[in-house]
């Protein structure tokens, strides 16, 4: 999918400008919960997000214990007992993207160079949850951008990525705009971050809810891609990227 937007327009002025997601509005880090077990105490920036975390997360168990029972089981019988607290942690990993913002994952990963060549990062892996049905989705992401002067560590390209992947997907009508949506967003931030003279992003994704429910077409996979600046004005530099980016085996 080509995008009406200019990647010019977008990056102007942006490496001055704020990143997106103030700290204010980003979540207590509940997605230590599931790896550091029941142990609500480590390293807590203070009482009242500890609190807060603890009161989620029995809320979440709560709704857990309710669903476990609505579909005809026994929260409470020996392998459930525990089930909502483990299921509650780890929606709270899944979603750990609404902890980071732009700012804190690219962190000082920004390094000055006078490197013009495409820069292309393939087979980042994703996984997500779509907003409908809370189902998983999962694939792999192509990241590629041509340099003006200001290049990101490699890590910090599948960082934005598992950023915005660990969230519901929101504002989207079906499984495409889902993985749209996201495409896009992982294509803009690179280009806040480090105002490329263009960037191309693919997503190659494989929808549970499609798999799973409904008419299930094991198998099918959903493509996406955004092209901005130069990646959508000049058909040899999407070309390149195209071919860079391509993988010979399968997803799975
Ligand atoms: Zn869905």
């Not at 609500?40 to 920036?45: E, N, P, T, V």
Request: include cysteine; charged fraction near 25%; charge should be neutral.
């Amino acid at each position: 999918m080509a995008t009406g937007i200019s990647g010019r327009n977008i990056a102007a002025g942006s490496s001055q400008q704020s990143l997106p997601g103030s700290p204010e509005e980003m979540r207590i880090p509940l997605s230590r919960l599931d790896t550091h077990r029941d142990q609500l105490d480590m390293g807590w920036k203070n009482e009242t997000d500890k609190k807060k975390a603890e009161e989620t997360l029995e809320k979440m168990s709560g709704a857990f214990s309710a669903l476990i029972e609505s579909v005809g089981e026994q929260p409470e019988r020996e392998g459930l007992k525990r089930t909502p607290l483990r299921a509650a942690k780890a929606l709270c990993f899944f979603t750990k993207g609404y902890e980071d913002n732009l700012a804190s994952v690219v962190g000082d990963g920004i390094f000055q160079e006078n490197h013009e060549e495409m820069v292309v990062v393939k087979d980042i892996e994703l996984f997500s949850l779509c907003e409908h049905h809370l189902v998983p989705f999962f694939g792999r992401v192509s990241v590629g951008y041509l340099p003006q002067g200001q290049v990101l560590g490699l890590s910090k390209v599948a960082r934005i990525v598992e950023m915005f992947s660990r969230r519901l997907q929101v504002l989207s009508s079906h499984q495409t705009l889902v993985q749209e949506r996201l495409t896009r967003e992982i294509a803009e931030a690179i280009l806040k971050a480090i105002n490329p003279s263009g960037v191309g992003v693919v997503v190659e994704a494989t929808h549970m809810c499609m798999t799973m429910r409904g008419v299930s077409k094991p198998r099918s996979r959903t493509t996406t891609s955004c092209m901005l600046g130069t990646f959508r004005d000049d058909p040899r530099t999407r070309e390149e990227f195209l071919t860079l980016s391509r993988t010979r085996d399968s997803l799975f």
